[in-house]
């Protein structure tokens, strides 16, 4: 066997073998989809692999999981969710991790010290004061409690701090010669040039919050205040074995995400790899 | 769920050249009017991030340590301080130790799958080849769906009789309600979703290894296999040494996916219960968030023996340039 012949042979095995993996991954995404559209009966009585059994598809299952969990209102919450998590995270990160990089102030390596130590800590060492307050500050059920534990972030904070240090000092002389002051600096020179860095916080902030389970079980037990994920877990009790319906309610609820990820692949991949953050 | 720094040890050389700036400016004694604005600067700056840290990390830490040491009262309202009465009681609970070795199995039996699949995959991506941006995609959608719903499906999958895995492999198994085969089937999922995410840790990690290496290992006669293991292992044991501790931790903080999976009243139940769950059964399903905390600082106590160990026999065998 020539070398040419050898080179093409690893290459068909390689791809045979990514091909294989690729099915094992997308499989269980499939086998969601074709349950979610079918009806119960269907779901345990025909061949799995038929994708029309009854002729057609059953779209009454999405609503009827939508109508008696008001899935609007979930989306609103996990939403609005992301959205106050994902700018106070960023927010904050920003500010603390340009101050970190750039700036000299008394006491620095002891507050750098307080944000290293935060991010070493097992996070469900917060979870039970964390609960109280909400419960004390009367806020269970509302934004507010959902917001708390994601509204600043140490993490995030070194992230911001090590896209502050790669950039070069030259740009900050030549700023502060044209006159302008520390706020002005950090605004229109440093900020966006980091922009890399925040949009990496940003997709992590929001996938975390996203993926959490036992924070909004917790704290928004009630079913109109929780988010997706949170009313899966209530869904499964509902709907016990009604696996059309349940598939149904995991579409609607990894649809959106899944959709953003599709769109901003390369943002996704690059952000949550580079962020060295473990979801 | 910790973000973790793989770059430690630049940072300690770091701090040493700060501290001997501000022993400089301590030195000084009076700071300029430029130096006082740019402390205050510095300090509006991390001021929110500080303050938002002590409130909602440093406080709670102090507040858990203390219930661990006392009894919640009736309802979950009032403490009363009981000593150390929560770890006498924590070392003769038997569910303790027999919930943390279901999070360790987990983690001896997931880790070296993930781990060793998503580097193979990673090593067989880093080429060019006909669809591998399609790959990287499809191999890394689980990281960005929620575990919940990730459960659920595999839930249906494992049906013992309508399940699609009983179908293709044309058996019988209980996945999910047989003790002896009820971890495997958490193991699956966990490992099905973690591989996509490391893959893509372990192929930049590659990338950053330099052609030449090969070139001149190739020119010396050894290649392929042993390339592998003297060239590759070797200058991704740092990324290697990221997965497996931030695994471990991420095994023994599991939580959501046995509890979406698995029937709570199923008999392999607690077979698969992890200690986090255990935690937040006592901490906010039974109200008794004093023994809860003891928990917690239990396992809080494990992962830093552990983080101790892994930091100490570091430099065995990771190699940093």
Same mark, same amino acid.
């Given at each position: 066997?020539?070398?040419?012949?050898?080179?093409?042979?690893?290459?068909?095995?390689?791809?045979?073998?990514?091909?294989?993996?690729?099915?094992?991954?997308i499989?269980?995404?499939?086998?969601?989809?074709?349950?979610? &559209?079918?009806?119960?009966?269907?779901?345990?009585? &025909?061949?799995?692999?038929?994708i029309?059994?009854?002729?057609?598809?059953?779209?009454?299952?999405?609503v009827?999981?939508?109508?008696?969990?008001?899935?609007?209102?979930?989306?609103?919450?996990?939403?609005?969710?992301?959205?106050?998590r994902?700018?106070?995270?960023?927010?904050?990160?920003?500010?603390?991790?340009y101050?970190?990089?750039?700036?000299?102030?008394?006491?620095?390596?002891?507050?750098?010290?307080?944000?290293?130590?935060?991010?070493? &800590?097992?996070?469900?060492?917060?979870?039970?004061?964390?609960?109280?307050?909400?419960?004390?500050?009367?806020?269970?059920?509302?934004?507010?409690?959902?917001?708390?534990?994601?509204?600043?972030?140490a993490?995030?904070?070194?992230?911001?701090k090590?896209?502050?240090?790669?950039?070069?000092?030259?740009?900050?002389?030549?700023?502060?010669?044209?006159?302008?002051?520390?706020?002005?600096?950090?605004?229109?020179?440093?900020?966006?040039?980091?922009?890399?860095?925040?949009?990496?916080?940003?997709?992590?902030?929001?996938?975390?919050?996203?993926?959490?389970?036992?924070?909004?079980?917790?704290?928004?037990?009630?079913?109109?205040?929780?988010?997706?994920?949170?009313?899966?877990?209530?869904?499964?009790?509902?709907?016990?074995?009604?696996y059309?319906?349940?598939?149904?309610?995991? &579409?609607?609820?990894?649809?959106?995400?899944?959709?953003?990820?599709?769109?901003?692949?390369?943002?996704?991949?690059?952000?949550?790899?580079?962020?060295?953050g473990k979801? | 769920?910790?973000?973790?720094?793989?770059?430690?040890?630049?940072?300690?050389?770091?701090?040493?050249?700060?501290?001997?700036?501000?022993?400089?400016?301590?030195?000084?004694?009076k700071?300029?009017?430029?130096?006082?604005?740019?402390?205050?600067?510095g300090?509006?700056?991390?001021?929110?991030?500080?303050?938002?840290?002590?409130?909602?990390?440093?406080?709670?830490?102090?507040?858990?340590?203390?219930?661990?040491?006392?009894?919640?009262?009736?309802?979950?309202?009032?403490?009363?301080?009981?000593?150390?009465?929560n770890?006498?009681?924590?070392?003769?609970?038997?569910?303790?130790?027999?919930?943390?070795?279901n999070?360790? @199995?987990?983690?001896i039996?997931?880790?070296?799958?993930?781990?060793?699949i %998503?580097?193979?995959?990673?090593?067989?991506l880093?080429?060019?080849?006909?669809?591998?941006?399609?790959?990287?995609?499809?191999?890394?959608?689980?990281?960005?769906?929620?575990p919940?719903?990730?459960?659920?499906?595999?839930?249906?999958?494992?049906?013992?009789?309508?399940?699609?895995?009983?179908?293709?492999?044309?058996?019988?198994?209980?996945?999910?309600?047989?003790?002896?085969?009820a971890?495997?089937?958490?193991?699956?999922?966990?490992?099905? %979703?973690?591989?996509?995410?490391?893959?893509?840790?372990?192929?930049?990690?590659?990338?950053?290894?330099?052609?030449?290496?090969?070139?001149?290992?190739?020119?010396?006669?050894?290649?392929?296999?042993?390339?592998?293991?003297?060239?590759?292992?070797?200058?991704? %044991?740092?990324?290697?040494?990221?997965?497996?501790?931030?695994?471990?931790?991420?095994?023994?903080?599991?939580?959501?996916?046995?509890?979406?999976?698995?029937d709570?009243s %199923?008999?392999?139940?607690?077979?698969? @219960?992890?200690?986090?769950?255990?935690?937040?059964?006592?901490?906010?399903?039974?109200?008794?968030?004093?023994?809860?905390?003891?928990?917690?600082?239990?396992?809080?106590?494990?992962i830093?023996?552990?983080?101790?160990?892994?930091q @100490?026999?570091?430099?065995?065998?990771?190699?940093?340039?």
């Amino acid at each position: 066997m020539g070398w040419k012949a050898k080179k093409n042979l690893t290459a068909v095995v390689i791809q045979c073998i990514m091909i294989i993996g690729a099915v094992i991954m997308i499989t269980p995404f499939i086998w969601m989809l074709l349950t979610a &559209v079918k009806t119960k009966s269907e779901s345990i009585s &025909v061949n799995p692999f038929y994708i029309f059994p009854g002729g057609s598809w059953h779209f009454e299952n999405f609503v009827q999981v939508w109508n008696s969990y008001n899935f609007l209102i979930l989306y609103k919450n996990t939403l609005l969710m992301i959205a106050l998590r994902v700018l106070c995270a960023c927010l904050t990160a920003t500010l603390a991790g340009y101050a970190f990089a750039r700036l000299k102030f008394p006491g620095k390596n002891f507050f750098f010290a307080i944000v290293l130590v935060q991010m070493m &800590v097992p996070g469900q060492i917060y979870i039970i004061p964390q609960y109280l307050m909400v419960s004390k500050l009367h806020i269970m059920n509302t934004q507010f409690a959902l917001l708390l534990p994601g509204a600043v972030t140490a993490f995030g904070t070194y992230l911001c701090k090590q896209g502050y240090q790669s950039l070069p000092a030259s740009l900050e002389e030549a700023a502060e010669l044209d006159g302008c002051n520390i706020g002005q600096r950090f605004l229109h020179v440093m900020m966006p040039l980091t922009r890399s860095s925040l949009v990496s916080l940003g997709i992590f902030t929001a996938l975390f919050a996203y993926k959490d389970l036992m924070w909004p079980m917790i704290v928004c037990p009630k079913s109109d205040a929780t988010t997706l994920t949170a009313a899966l877990s209530r869904l499964q009790g509902q709907f016990g074995n009604n696996y059309p319906q349940l598939m149904a309610g995991a &579409v609607m609820a990894v649809i959106p995400m899944l959709v953003l990820y599709l769109i901003f692949q390369k943002q996704f991949v690059e952000g949550i790899a580079t962020s060295g953050g473990k979801l | 769920m910790i973000p973790n720094c793989p770059e430690g040890t630049t940072f300690r050389a770091e701090s040493n050249i700060m501290r001997k700036e501000e022993l400089l400016l301590k030195k000084k004694k009076k700071m300029t009017p430029k130096a006082k604005r740019e402390a205050i600067w510095g300090f509006v700056f991390i001021a929110p991030t500080i303050i938002g840290l002590l409130i909602l990390n440093y406080y709670p830490i102090i507040d858990t340590v203390w219930q661990s040491f006392c009894k919640t009262g009736d309802f979950g309202i009032g403490n009363t301080f009981i000593g150390l009465n929560n770890y006498i009681k924590l070392i003769h609970d038997s569910e303790v130790f027999s919930t943390l070795w279901n999070s360790f @199995k987990y983690a001896i039996l997931s880790l070296p799958l993930t781990v060793s699949i %998503s580097l193979v995959l990673a090593v067989l991506l880093n080429r060019k080849m006909r669809g591998r941006g399609l790959y990287r995609t499809v191999y890394f959608l689980p990281m960005v769906c929620a575990p919940a719903a990730i459960a659920m499906v595999w839930r249906w999958m494992f049906n013992q009789d309508y399940g699609l895995l009983n179908h293709i492999f044309n058996a019988k198994i209980s996945w999910v309600t047989d003790p002896t085969i009820a971890l495997i089937a958490i193991v699956i999922v966990g490992v099905w %979703s973690a591989i996509g995410y490391d893959m893509i840790l372990l192929l930049g990690g590659l990338q950053d290894i330099p052609k030449d290496y090969y070139e001149a290992a190739s020119i010396d006669g050894s290649s392929g296999v042993h390339a592998f293991f003297r060239i590759t292992i070797p200058l991704l %044991s740092p990324m290697l040494f990221f997965i497996i501790q931030t695994g471990i931790m991420g095994a023994l903080q599991l939580f959501d996916l046995p509890f979406m999976i698995m029937d709570q009243s %199923s008999r392999a139940w607690p077979k698969v @219960k992890t200690i986090t769950y255990l935690f937040y059964e006592y901490a906010f399903e039974k109200s008794n968030r004093g023994y809860g905390a003891a928990i917690i600082m239990f396992l809080i106590l494990i992962i830093s023996v552990i983080t101790f160990i892994l930091q @100490k026999t570091e430099k065995k065998w990771v190699h940093y340039d």
